[in-house]
């Protein structure tokens, strides 16, 4: 026996609602060593979880493993009956799912659902769990590691969550541990250290893990091997620097390209005209609770931020989740009013409530949203939606409504077959699209874009990048482009804001991003972008005294 | 239990609109319903006699040819009576379920969508309401204003519409915070438009399960008060009147009290079966 995992020819199955039998893995064969790392990549819908979860012995609700193999060390999980498998798992094999938050118990103190794995396996007497609990704790580099257990899961950060359940899933000595896309959900500064802290422990106890993610750049700092995955089967296999360097499949090559996106290209040396700018922000305060006579909000969660935004260009706002960027868009569209501090559009000041803005002003400002999942209404059809615009803003009805539906749909890109279609009928690119053709059917002068490539896969997105810039260059659109993603942001911006905590830390270009920023939290920000280099990880040093100063961990 | 009808493998061309699971309970549940809805409509004309005739001489007279449910108190035909019965029972729940299901999930939307004071304050009136009893508020409206058909109506609807305001709020609250609700508003949307084309569909098929379910409640509502005497007058008498009427045939087991509890029974459980059962419609969309 020279593999830890062995899996051969496995095939997975689906059945619909409909009793129809769908193969999403087809015949799949890799292996682990013992001590190895290897990453599951592929776009959503690859199958990358699939996979993962069948090193359990486990499908999804109506999955089903439908031929193949999987053997752990040495001995197959995949036919054992549920309660033999169920004593393997935690023990051999144990899983960190993507959102900790989501899989801890809010009513249990954590130090419980740590050692729930050795209560159930009989493993250890209840107080050596305890101290081998707190023993992973320090090594994943917890904060206070011998009381942090008595927290509740939510007196902690996600980033310290998603530790502590490495540490759940470390406590049985499993020999295989499943990742799944534990970072995505985390901001690129405690992905760095969660990364680490995962290295670290893997790396000491000689533990082979698999770790499923859409993200390149992550993979290639802890994984031995890639494997790369679409539509259910695996299109390459080798190790990290040869996938990274040396790709062989178009697919891989695919992927490598849409995760660098073209630089904007900026028009040079047009002479600066003196018009006025199209969008101003002044001084605004903002947030939530009762405003006091001073103007200030009970919570406050924009203080002071200002700047300006000129016509055909784009303005980019980056900064991690909780410093209030997203809120910025809302103030700015008037959903939520600011409680001090002016919007100018043109020059002429709007109303810091929408319900007093004039239809024409609400017009020229049009906001898109991030998950288009919830942006677009499941119980209408796509006419119905881009409809709604342009009969509210431009009285729009019967066959020349139609004609301009089928003009937004060709704008954006979408076969017209699809307004008769309903959202969830559609892929998360194709309903980023929609969003977009709304947004467009009011004939905005200014779209709000908060975070609307974040929720998609690195190709996905990459397409929605080329259609905003193409639309820029044919309707002279602005954009205010809010997004925690550095290199998109790069991508499309001409100027971006840094925030942090509700303020505005700096304004510059997107060129020198990375190298000579001003702030020191700018270049603590940029420099923790994972890069495609397994060396990245290990060769990064970042000052901990301004690390210290920018954690609100 | 479960039959799967997979009407879109029938209906290739057009699957988009039989993508639908039906289940055997619901079926024969809506066929009883349906059934019902027949007879109420058509009573007058299948009824073998009048309602308010002394066709025997003999009172709570056994199941037989002649009377196939027998007679009741009086010596009247309690087939006729049940199929007439039927009339008031379905007729006036329906009316007061309609007119409740319309004021409350009209008002929980309006209350959801604008919040603030306007919803604090619905929301404490109705919970007032909620807090008296059902039963004694009806009684003390019928007997302050006398009973009457509309009355009856009004009284019931009076009743259940907390319950439904409080429904469709809690539904509509979820709704209110979704993405394309906020666009509808960033868009400059009125409150009608908000709670018509952006919230109604969200939340109408739980609204219509709970329109079922408070349909049976107000059966069950309409048959006590009858049975109290408050409910539909004699000769009249809908389902919960005539067991009253023929109480006093319990101890000689007569039909004339039995068949109208079923008649009762089988309608609210129909209902309450249908609601549960409830056509399912297929996701699965990518049919080749």
């Keep these: 026996m020279s593999n830890l995992v062995e899996v051969r020819n496995l095939r997975v199955d689906a059945k619909t609602d409909s009793g129809r039998t769908v193969e999403i893995i087809r015949d799949v064969s890799f292996d682990i060593a013992e001590g190895e790392i290897v990453a599951l990549i592929g776009e959503s819908g690859s199958g990358k979880t699939t996979i993962a979860l069948t090193l359990m012995g486990y499908t999804r609700p109506g999955c089903r493993i439908a031929g193949g193999k999987v053997t752990l060390s040495g001995r197959e999980i995949s036919n054992l009956p549920e309660h033999k498998r169920a004593r393997r798992r935690g023990t051999e094999v144990s899983y960190v799912p993507q959102s900790a938050a989501a899989s801890f118990n809010p009513a249990h103190k954590i130090m419980d659902q740590v050692v729930e794995v050795t209560k159930i396996h009989r493993l250890m007497p209840i107080d050596e769990a305890r101290r081998k609990a707190v023993e992973l704790f320090k090594a994943l580099a917890l904060p206070e590691p011998d009381t942090i257990g008595d927290r509740y899961p939510h007196q902690v950060s996600g980033g310290q969550l998603q530790r502590l359940s490495a540490a759940m899933a470390l406590i049985g000595d499993p020999k295989l541990v499943i990742f799944d896309e534990p970072t995505t959900a985390l901001d690129v500064t405690t992905q760095i250290e969660v990364l680490r802290a995962f290295k670290s422990v893997m790396k000491k106890g000689a533990i082979a893990g698999v770790y499923v993610s859409h993200d390149l750049a992550v993979v290639a700092q802890i994984a031995d091997r890639i494997i790369v995955l679409k539509n259910g089967e695996i299109q390459e296999v080798g190790r990290t620097q040869d996938i990274l360097h040396r790709p062989q499949h178009p697919y891989t090559r695919e992927l490598l390209e849409a995760f660098e996106p073209a630089p904007h290209g900026r028009v040079v040396d047009r002479p600066v005209e003196p018009e006025k700018p199209l969008l101003v922000v002044k001084d605004i305060v903002a947030g939530y609770g009762r405003v006091d006579e001073t103007g200030n909000p009970s919570v406050k969660v924009i203080n002071k931020v200002s700047f300006e935004l000129h016509r055909g260009k784009n303005l980019g706002i980056i900064g991690e989740s909780g410093c209030g960027k997203s809120t910025l868009a809302r103030v700015i569209a008037g959903i939520l009013p600011a409680a001090q501090g002016d919007v100018l559009l043109e020059g002429k000041p709007l109303d810091r409530d929408l319900r007093r803005r004039s239809r024409n002003e609400l017009r020229d400002l049009q906001i898109v949203f991030q998950s288009a999942d919830t942006a677009l209404n499941p119980a209408k059809s796509i006419a119905d939606i881009l409809a709604r615009p342009l009969a509210f803003y431009h009285g729009m009805s019967g066959q020349r409504r139609d004609a301009r539906i089928d003009q937004l749909l060709d704008m954006v890109h979408l076969p017209r077959s699809l307004r008769h279609r309903r959202p969830t009928e559609l892929s998360g690119g194709q309903k980023q699209r929609i969003n977009l053709a709304r947004a467009l059917a009011a004939d905005a002068k200014l779209i709000l874009c908060d975070e609307i490539t974040s929720a998609l896969d690195t190709v996905v997105a990459a397409a929605i990048l080329e259609l905003l810039k193409e639309l820029q260059r044919e309707h002279s659109l602005s954009y205010l482009f809010i997004s925690h993603d550095l290199s998109t942001v790069r991508a499309i911006c001409d100027e971006v804001v840094v925030m942090y905590a509700g303020e505005k830390i700096e304004q510059l270009s997107p060129d020198i991003m990375g190298s000579e920023a001003g702030h020191p939290y700018s270049r603590l920000l940029f420099s923790s972008v994972p890069k495609l280099d397994t060396g990245w990880l290990d060769g990064l040093e970042q000052d901990p005294h301004v690390l210290q100063a920018y954690s609100r961990r | 239990m479960t039959m799967f009808l997979s009407l879109s493998n029938t209906q290739k061309a057009r699957p988009r609109r039989f993508g639908y699971r039906i289940s055997v309970v619901g079926a024969v549940s809506f066929l009883i319903i349906a059934a019902w809805t027949l007879v109420a409509i058509f009573a007058p004309y299948i009824a073998p006699h009048p309602v308010g005739d002394i066709v025997d001489f003999d009172f709570f007279g056994p199941v037989s040819a002649q009377f196939p449910l027998g007679t009741d108190y009086l010596g009247r035909d309690m087939l006729s009576r049940i199929l007439l019965g039927a009339r008031y029972t379905v007729g006036i729940s329906l009316a007061a379920v309609c007119v409740a299901c319309f004021c409350g999930v009209t008002l929980g939307m309006t209350a959801a969508v604008i919040g603030g004071w306007f919803d604090r304050g619905l929301s404490r009136m109705l919970d007032a309401l909620t807090?008296?009893?059902?039963?004694?508020?009806?009684?003390?409206?019928?007997?302050?204003?006398?009973?009457?058909?509309?009355?009856?109506?009004?009284?019931?609807?009076?009743?259940?519409?907390?319950?439904?305001?409080?429904?469709?709020?809690?539904?509509?609250?979820?709704?209110?915070?979704?993405?394309?609700?906020?666009?509808?508003?960033?868009?400059?949307?009125?409150?009608?438009?908000?709670?018509?084309?952006?919230?109604?569909?969200?939340?109408?098929?739980?609204?219509?399960?709970?329109?079922?379910?408070?349909?049976?409640?107000?059966?069950?509502?309409?048959?006590?008060?009858?049975?109290?005497?408050?409910?539909?007058?004699?000769?009249?008498?809908?389902?919960?009147?005539?067991?009253?009427?023929?109480?006093?045939?319990?101890?000689?087991?007569?039909?004339?009290?039995?068949?109208?509890?079923?008649?009762?029974?089988?309608?609210?459980?129909?209902?309450?079966?249908?609601?549960?059962?409830?056509?399912?419609?297929?996701?699965?969309?990518?049919?080749?």
């Excluded at chain 2, 004694?136 to 019928?142: E, M, R, S």
């Excluded at chain 2, 739980?206 to 309409?222: E, H, M, N, S």
């Excluded at chain 2, 000769?235 to 009290?257: M, Q, T, Y």
């Design chain 2, 131 to 288: 807090s008296i009893p059902s039963k004694i508020l009806a009684l003390v409206i019928v007997a302050a204003v006398g009973t009457s058909i509309p009355i009856l109506i009004v009284t019931l609807a009076i009743i259940y519409t907390p319950g439904c305001y409080r429904f469709a709020r809690a539904l509509a609250v979820n709704i209110n915070t979704m993405d394309y609700v906020t666009v509808a508003r960033a868009r400059g949307e009125g409150i009608g438009y908000l709670i018509r084309s952006e919230i109604l569909p969200g939340i109408i098929g739980p609204v219509l399960a709970d329109f079922g379910l408070r349909f049976v409640f107000i059966v069950l509502l309409l048959s006590s008060m009858s049975f109290l005497g408050l409910g539909v007058q004699p000769p009249f008498a809908d389902w919960g009147a005539l067991v009253k009427e023929n109480i006093g045939g319990l101890s000689f087991a007569a039909p004339a009290v039995i068949f109208p509890s079923i008649a009762i029974a089988t309608l609210t459980i129909s209902v309450n079966l249908l609601i549960d059962n409830l056509p399912q419609k297929i996701r699965d969309r990518s049919e080749q």
